[in-house]
C-alpha cells in the first residue's frame, strides 16, 4: 500500500522478496539490517532442494515424512455417492452388500465409521503413509471391525486389492504427479464394476489462481532452510504474515489469499506441509479432471453438495442469462466454476456410459428413507445456501417434516398418509428434494422408528463403544456410526456427554434433553 513506506525498505525488500529478480534481491540485499525475516530472507542462499529435507515417495513424489489430519467425510459415504447419482438420472449400485475402497485414506476415518455402518459390505483402505495404515488397522481390530483391511503403499503397486462398486479419493488427485493422477484414474475404472461410482475430491481453478502464488512463497521459503518440513511450513506462514503486514501488494491485490493466509495460520503447518509441499501439487480445471477421467472410461454425473446440480440453485440470478443457452453438462460446469470461483470440486463420476433418465432419479426420490439425521439445530423454516435462500414453509412442508421427525420414510410411505391425501405426488417430490438440498434432511440406508426411552439397552456396536471410550481419553475426532442412515455421524458434544452417561462412564444427571438425545441415537441405531 503506497501509504506503508512507498519508498522505504520494507517496500523494497518486499518487491524484492514477491518479484523474485535479480536486481531487486541484490538492491534488497545491500540494505538489509540482519536481523529481520525478510532479511534472512533475501540474504540466505538457498542450500536445500526439497527432496532433502522433506521425506518424499520415490515412485509417488508425495510427502510421507508428515502424517495427515485425521478427519471424515460424510460425502464419501454410498449413500451420498448414490444420491448423487440418482438426483443426476444415473442407476447408482446397490448398497445392501457391495465393496468398498478409498484410496489415499489417511487415519481410515472415513472408512472405519462407513464399515462399522455397512457390516455386510467390504472396505478396503490403501495410503502411502505407514503410520496412517498402522493407525488405521489398530483402530479396526480395537473395534472388531471384520469386513475393512487397510494397507500400506502406492495404490498402483498393489498387488490385487479387488473389485469394487465404489472408489472414492479425497485430496489426492491434485496432490500426486500427472502420470500418477493418471493411473488413479485408470486403477479406479479397472476396479469398478460397471456402473459403480468413483469420487474425486480435488482443488480446483480458477478459485486457486489467486492463491497458488502463495503456496510457491511458503515453498520457497521452507527449502531455503535447513530442518524438518513442519519447522519449514511454520517459518514460511510466517514470512508470508510478515509480507501482509508490512503491505506487500500481492496480498493487498489478491484479497483471497490475504484469507487463505488466515486459514493456515488457523489449520497449522502439518496441513501447510501436506497442501503445499507436495512437489506436484497442482489445482485443476474440471475440463482436465473430466477428460482423464473419460480416457478411462469413467464418465461425470454429478457434483456435490447436491445444490451445485442445479442451475438455479446455484447461480447466482444476476449471471443466469450466461447460463441460459449452455446445453452441455460439462461446458456448464466449467463455466459454474468461474461464476463461483471454485476451489474445491467433489465429482462423481460412474464406469462406463450410461444414459441418464428422469424415471432413475423419480424412482431413487420415491423408494430411498429419507430422514434426520443429527441433533437438529432451531428449526428456522429456512436453508441459507451460498446465493439462494431455500424456504420450507406450508401445509405440505409441515406434515412431511411432522413425519420424518417421527422416524425416516420413504416418498412411498409418506404419500400413503392421511395428511397427504390428495397431494399430487410429483409437489412431494419436489418439497423432499428441496429440504435435501438444503440439508434438512438425509437419505438413509433403512427406514426408522422414533424410539422410546425404555427401547435402549446398550450402544449398539463395538465399534461405537470403541469410539465413545476413545473420545473420553483421546484428543482424536469421534466419529459414531449409523447403521439407519448408513453413515458416520459426528457427535455433539451432548450427544458424546449422553453416550458417555448411558455407558455410566460420566456421572451425569440426566434430564429431558439427554432423554431425547439418547432417544435420537437409539432410532438412528447407535443405541439398541
Ligand atoms: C492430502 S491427504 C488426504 C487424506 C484424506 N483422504 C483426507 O481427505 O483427509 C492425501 C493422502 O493420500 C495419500 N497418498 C498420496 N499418494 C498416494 C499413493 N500413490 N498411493 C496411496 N496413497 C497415497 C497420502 O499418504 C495422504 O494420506
Given at each position: 500500500m503506497s501509504s506503508r513506506h512507498p519508498l522505504g525498505l520494507a517496500s523494497t525488500r518486499a518487491a524484492g522478496a514477491g518479484g523474485g529478480g535479480t536486481a531487486a534481491h541484490a538492491q534488497a540485499k545491500s540494505q538489509a539490517?540482519?536481523?529481520?525475516l525478510i532479511d534472512e530472507l533475501v540474504t540466505r542462499?538457498?542450500?536445500?532442494?526439497s527432496d532433502s529435507f522433506v521425506r518424499v515417495s520415490?515412485?509417488?513424489?508425495?510427502?510421507?515424512d508428515v502424517t495427515y489430519l485425521r478427519g471424515f467425510r460424510n460425502d464419501l459415504g454410498p449413500t451420498r455417492l448414490r444420491m448423487c447419482a440418482a438426483i443426476n438420472g444415473f442407476q447408482p449400485p446397490g448398497q445392501e452388500s457391495f465393496d468398498y475402497c478409498e484410496v489415499?485414506?489417511?487415519?481410515?476415518d472415513t472408512t472405519l465409521a462407513l464399515a462399522a455402518a455397512f457390516p455386510r459390505a467390504r472396505f478396503v483402505g490403501i495410503d502411502l503413509i505407514p503410520e496412517h495404515v498402522e493407525a488405521a488397522s489398530r483402530a479396526a481390530r480395537e473395534a472388531e471391525l471384520e469386513n475393512v483391511r487397510f494397507v500400506a503403499g502406492d495404490f498402483e503397486s498393489m498387488a490385487d486389492p479387488g473389485t469394487f462398486d465404489y472408489v472414492v479419493a479425497h485430496g489426492v488427485l491434485s496432490w500426486i504427479a500427472p502420470q500418477k493422477r493418471k493411473a488413479l484414474a485408470a486403477f479406479a475404472s479397472s476396479k469398478l464394476r460397471a456402473g459403480g461410482l468413483a469420487y474425486f475430491g480435488y482443488n480446483a481453478l480458477p478459485g486457486w489462481a489467486a492463491v497458488e502464488p502463495l503456496r510457491q512463497l511458503i515453498v520457497a521459503r521452507a527449502e531455503s532452510?535447513?530442518?524438518d518440513p513442519i519447522s519449514g511450513a511454520r517459518i514460511g506462514l510466517e514470512l508470508a504474515k510478515a509480507l501482509r503486514t508490512s503491505g506487500a501488494r500481492y496480498f493487498e491485490r489478491n484479497p483471497a489469499a490475504a484469507d487463505m493466509l488466515e486459514r493456515l495460520e488457523q489449520a497449522g503447518p502439518t496441513y501447510i506441509v501436506h497442501e503445499?509441499?507436495?512437489?506436484?501439487?497442482v489445482p485443476m480445471y474440471f475440463a482436465q479432471v473430466a477428460a482423464e477421467m473419460a480416457a478411462s472410461e469413467l464418465f461425470f454425473v454429478g457434483q456435490l453438495p447436491?445444490?451445485?446440480?442445479f442451475r438455479d440453485l446455484s447461480i447466482p440470478a444476476s449471471m443466469q442469462q450466461f447460463f441460459a443457452?449452455?446445453?452441455?453438462r460439462l461446458a456448464y460446469e466449467g463455466l459454474k466454476d468461474f461464476a463461483l470461483n471454485t476451489f474445491f470440486r467433489s465429482d462423481v463420476f460412474m464406469k462406463g456410459a450410461a444414459a441418464r433418465s428422469d424415471e432413475t432419479t423419480r424412482a431413487w426420490l420415491l423408494s430411498t428413507p429419507f430422514g434426520m439425521a443429527g441433533?437438529?439445530?432451531?428449526?428456522?423454516?429456512e436453508a441459507q445456501l451460498p446465493n439462494h435462500l431455500l424456504r420450507f414453509r406450508g401445509p405440505i412442508f409441515d406434515a412431511i417434516l411432522s413425519a420424518l421427525r417421527q422416524g425416516a420414510k420413504s416418498i412411498a410411505t409418506l404419500l400413503a398418509r392421511p395428511e397427504l391425501a390428495g397431494v399430487p405426488e410429483a409437489r412431494v417430490r419436489e418439497a423432499v428434494l428441496h429440504l435435501l438440498i438444503g440439508g434438512v434432511v438425509a437419505p438413509f440406508a433403512s427406514p426408522t422408528e422414533a424410539k422410546t426411552?425404555?427401547?435402549?439397552?446398550?450402544?449398539?456396536s463395538a465399534y461405537n463403544r470403541y469410539v465413545i471410550a476413545r473420545a473420553l481419553s483421546e484428543d482424536v475426532p469421534a466419529i459414531l456410526a449409523s447403521t439407519a442412515l448408513g453413515n458416520g455421524i459426528r457427535p455433539t458434544k451432548a450427544q458424546l456427554i449422553a453416550l458417555a452417561a448411558q455407558l455410566g462412564e460420566l456421572p451425569v444427571p440426566r434430564d429431558a434433553d439427554m432423554e431425547a438425545r439418547l432417544a435420537k441415537l437409539a432410532e438412528l441405531g447407535v443405541l439398541a
Open positions: 539490517p540482519a536481523s529481520t542462499p538457498s542450500l536445500h532442494c520415490a515412485s509417488s513424489g508425495y510427502v510421507t489415499g485414506c489417511g487415519f481410515g532452510l535447513p530442518g503445499y509441499m507436495n512437489a506436484h501439487w447436491l445444490f451445485l446440480n443457452n449452455v446445453s452441455g441433533d437438529e439445530p432451531p428449526w428456522t423454516g426411552p425404555e427401547a435402549r439397552v446398550r450402544v449398539a
